[in-house]
């Protein structure tokens, strides 16, 4: 990744009069962290990177954003948003166009082909976290560490996380501007996580799933951090009529999880986002990729792909399987 | 105050004489989410930094009936905590988190269901020696091997835990496995001294808080807030992994004819916490509520209970899932003063 | 049920008269009701400006101001707008129904300290209901106050609560009752205006005065500069907060402005406080 040239393509954006503000990746407060930011000048893009630990989907801002009412007088900022993306960030620019949950004039897409992230806690796992901040870099087909001046380099199997061991777009689908050039698909496993589960019983996957949701404690990051769960009012927090009670327990947290992952159906783009953020560990993307394979295989739908295209649900054709229609 | 030896072979022999519901750190592949009830298969306590969730959860459950009832019906039952319980291996960060959290539920009426719990529970603390990358508890009045609100404290000495008991609770709790421990010489209360001393070196971030306390309300309208809550998701992570972090909500739930009343662990950074029902919301935006959040942690519960809300133990960093820090933030507060 | 010493648990009241004050579809309607507890009852003292979570088993429970003064007697008056879940179930509600009560909550308006003082009340639609128990309270304990001025309003005068009342207010001689309604209407008798800009032409001497507030957030603003622009000092300003809460006993978290919590500290804040809370008209 050529620094230099995104710190000169992003602070041209910035700078310009109709961009509201970019948002991109700096580095975070510690260790392996790395921050969201949102730059409204040229002169921050200095700060601005591009590496194997920026994980979060940028896109999630696009549809998180505020609007809180304006004091008479006062007009909406309509400029346009800038934002960097990965492959799969991009999926979910596209899904939400698709959606109409933005314009396309509205933003300007950064894409930034990627080699895949890094699974920080594998990464940790491995090379402790420590409080000082460290860098972790592409280097052919693996990852240089680089902290407290040494340089030590670390194998992608090792560190790679999950979801990018299943790309199969590493490539934004959608990018007004390309920093860097393409880099080849690798090859890519059919899904063993979900496939582990397929193999269960019936009865054994529900005692798997009790297991992790028993645990959710309702946090909603998940949800929070997706880029497609933008519903103004979601049934979540709807308290009249009560959808889903307040009360954390298997029976609610299942409902909470079942509805998420059902209005995800034909939308997940896999970017993994809920399964990284999720405090206690519940493995969210094999339940959504699980969905995504069954729209992939039954419909032969993929989320995420074309802009102009029709969203899943929209989609329908005669020769639709429906075998599954009792 | 006195202090034993404990030979760790006699670990599952000491949890096993110990009298009432006893939780101890569950680790799961190298991961310690949380305290769960002791098994009984536990050959010793498993290597842990912290557990992701705080062992508050034992004595404020993220739900917890308040009462039940008949659908239609008006006679009221509350159900009673009455269970003895011993947490072992909690952290002295979030033991101390629990007494700063007892002066709330005793602030002009007592909450019967905390208290209750509180004093049904004895806490046997785990002095930590290696603190994790954000645990900066030596800079709001703890430390690696502080004591306040525990009963007992245990240091690690590799072959042996040394316990001193710290409260008259504690003193009956060691008194029930009287006869496994060994006297401590000076060989060990040496040994555990250096363990302090060791563990605290270890301890890199830190925060200044002097200023901050008396600073926060002077900084309502700085551009700061802003700034520190620009890539807030608005999820609850930072509130519901937060030992000090209290807040609930109360629901009704009617299942046929079984009807209760719960309470349930509740955020401030979520948008629906303060909405009237009119829609008006005088906490409107992430902004808000972040400066909430920080103000209600060092400078309203300081005002109210001369205490900080804060015990420094690093877990609203470690899993915000953006690089939201606190310290960070009590950084950029510092600066703006 | 019997009383217990659970703040969490409420006392169960008869609904012994209910009726709507105003009409549309947040409509207000006042519940009076009688703790069925006798012994309850008897020791049952709230000041005025307290307040209470009253609610509904299997739906919730809402803090409501304490509408009636305890001068009036062995029952609490509820005005309740209908407004989100538990105020509709609320509505529901009709004579000879039940409702849960715990409380009183609050500090309440100081009224020992003001005595000898003229009281001044202003008020904008349900922002009436803390204010009620003050004139009923001022009104039997006449004596110990040097008068009672009352300016209430509403957009119009189908929004005003306890109508029949204000009539009669308005043939007592030793106090003064001002109404007024935003919008012209026919057959109106009384001002025409918003309520701060009636404070501002009856132009009240704050002279040994006390003024209480209570309305929208919008009306609080403005009466309070106009109060400011009339000669008042900060510590002369009384009013009352609301926010959204769950517990009533300063546990629960919500309620708080800054460093106050409204269940707890307040719901009455004298001005000379709140100015300093930056959170308390957001």
């Known amino acids: 990744m050529d620094l230099e040239q995104l710190r000169k393509t992003t602070a041209e954006v910035a700078a310009r009069d109709d961009v509201k503000y970019l948002i991109g990746w700096e580095k975070g407060t510690y260790g392996y962290r790395v921050s969201p930011v949102f730059i409204e000048n040229e002169a921050d893009a200095e700060d601005l990177i591009f590496s194997p630990l920026c994980t979060s989907n940028l896109a999630t801002y696009l549809t998180l954003v505020e609007k809180p009412p304006l004091p008479r007088g006062q007009k909406a900022d309509i400029r346009k948003v800038a934002l960097m993306v990965k492959g799969c960030d991009s999926r979910a620019v596209a899904q939400i166009l ?43 087909e693996d990852f240089t560490l680089i902290r407290g001046g040494e340089e030590i380099p670390v194998k992608r199997e090792e560190v790679l996380a999950e979801k990018c061991r ?27 996580g979900v496939s582990e589960i397929e193999e269960k019983s019936v009865e054994e996957r529900w005692e798997y799933w009790e297991e992790q949701f028993a645990r959710c404690i309702r946090c909603y990051s998940c949800r929070n951090v997706c880029p497609l769960c933008y519903c103004e009012d979601c049934i979540l927090d709807r308290l009249n009529p009560t959808w889903v009670n307040r009360a954390v327990n298997f029976s609610e947290n299942t409902a909470f999880h079942i509805a998420r992952a059902f209005h995800l159906a034909g939308r997940c783009v896999e970017c993994g986002e809920c399964e990284r953020v999720c405090p206690v560990n519940i493995p969210l993307g094999r339940l959504n990729r699980k969905l995504a394979r069954e729209v992939r295989g039954k419909y032969g739908f993929e989320p995420g792909l074309d802009p102009d295209g029709k969203p899943f649900q929209a989609s329908y054709k005669p020769d639709d399987p429906e075998d599954f229609i009792l | 105050m006195s202090a034993v030896l404990l030979n760790k072979d006699k670990w599952p022999v000491f949890v096993g004489k ?118 900066f508890c030596t800079s709001v009045g703890g430390g690696p091997a502080s004591t306040e609100g525990l009963d007992v404290i245990m240091f690690d000495l590799n072959d042996y835990y040394l316990l001193e008991d710290i409260t008259e609770k504690g003193k009956a709790l060691l008194e029930e496995a009287e006869g496994l421990f060994e006297k401590a010489g000076d060989d060990a209360l040496k040994q555990k001294d250096e363990s302090i001393s060791d563990a605290e070196s270890k301890i890199n971030r830190s925060v200044n808080v002097e200023g901050i306390l008396e600073g926060l309300p002077g900084l309502w309208e700085d551009p700061l807030w802003k700034r520190v809550s620009a890539s807030c998701l608005g999820c609850g992570t930072c509130t519901y992994l937060c030992p000090t972090c209290h807040c609930f909500d109360i629901q009704d739930e009617t299942e046929g004819f079984e009807a209760r009343r719960y309470r349930t662990w509740d955020s401030c950074m979520f948008e629906e916490y303060t909405r009237h029902a009119s829609g008006h919301n005088p906490r409107p935006t992430r902004k808000e ?32 899932p953006v690089n939201i820090d606190i310290v960070d933030i009590l950084r950029q507060v510092k600066e703006a003063l | 049920m019997k009383t217990s010493d659970n703040p969490y648990i409420p006392y169960l009241a008869t609904i012994e008269d209910a009726w709507y004050e105003t009409g549309g579809e947040r409509c207000i309607k006042t519940f009076k009701v009688v703790i069925d507890n006798e012994e309850v009852r008897e020791n049952w003292n709230h000041h005025p400006g307290q307040c209470a ?92 106050y040097a008068g009672l001025t009352v300016i209430y309003g509403a957009r119009t005068s189908g929004d005003l609560c306890y109508k029949d009342e204000f009539a009669e207010l308005s043939k007592c ?59 008042f000092a900060d510590e002369q300003i009384y009013t009352t907060l609301e926010n959204r809460m769950k517990c009533g006993i300063g546990k629960c978290g919500r309620c708080n402005v800054g460093n106050l919590y409204v269940c707890k500290d307040g719901p009455v804040f004298c001005y000379s406080v709140l100015k300093n809370v930056p959170e308390a008209f957001a």
């Open chain 3, 53 to 144: 979570m009253i609610g509904v088993l299997g739906v919730g429970e809402s803090m409501i101001s304490i509408s009636a003064s305890p001068t009036e007697g062995q029952f609490l008056r509820f005005s309740v707008m209908r407004m989100g879940k538990v105020t509709q179930a609320l509505h529901q509600l009709d004579p000879g129904d039940k409702m849960t009560i715990r409380g009183p909550y609050g500090n309440g308006f100081p009224l020992e300290e003001w005595e000898g003082k003229h009281i001044l009340t202003i008020g904008g639609g349900i922002g009436q209901a803390p204010l009620r128990p003050i004139i009923e309270y001022v009104k039997t304990k006449g004596d110990k």
């Open chain 3, 173 to 231: 001689d030793d106090l003064s009752c001002h109404l007024t309604i935003d919008i012209e209407e026919e057959g109106w008798e009384h001002n025409v205006g918003f309520v701060p800009q009636m404070l501002l032409d009856l132009n009240p001497s704050p002279e040994n005065k006390i003024a209480i507030t209570c309305g929208p957030p919008i009306m609080i603003r403005f009466v309070l500069e106009n109060l400011k622009k009339l000669g």
């Open chain 1, 166 to 192: 299943l790309c199969r777009y590493p490539n934004p689908v959608i990018s007004d501007i390309t920093i860097g050039e393409p880099v080849k698909p690798w090859q890519t496993e059919e899904d063993p």
């Open chain 2, 18 to 135: 110990l009298s009432g519901k006893v939780w101890v750190p569950k680790v799961e592949d190298g991961d310690a989410i949380c305290f769960a009830p002791l098994s009984g298969g536990e050959a010793e306590l498993p290597r842990f930094c912290n557990t992701r969730i705080p062992p508050k959860e034992i004595v404020f459950p993220e739900t917890e009936t308040l009462y039940r009832f008949k659908a239609g019906g008006y006679e009221i039952k509350a159900p009673q905590p009455d269970e003895k319980t011993v947490i072992v291996g909690i952290r002295p960060c979030d033991a101390r988190a629990m007494k700063i959290v007892d002066s709330l539920f005793h602030w002009g009426v007592d909450d019967p269901y905390y208290l209750k719990r509180r004093e049904m529970t004895t806490l046997v603390g785990l002095a930590c020696s290696s603190p994790g990358p954000n645990c």
């Open chain 1, 98 to 140: 698709v959606e109409k949950g933005i314009e396309r004039e509205q933003i300007i897409v950064i894409g930034c082909p990627c080699p895949g992230v890094v699974d920080v806690d594998l990464l940790a796992a491995k090379y402790p976290e420590i409080a000082e901040n460290t860098e972790l870099k592409w280097s052919g």
């Open chain 2, 289 to 320: 509520r972040t400066r909430n959040r920080i103000n209600h942690k060092y400078s309203y519960y300081v005002d109210k209970f001369d205490l900080i809300a804060c015990v420094g133990c690093g877990r609203c960093i470690n899993y915000c």
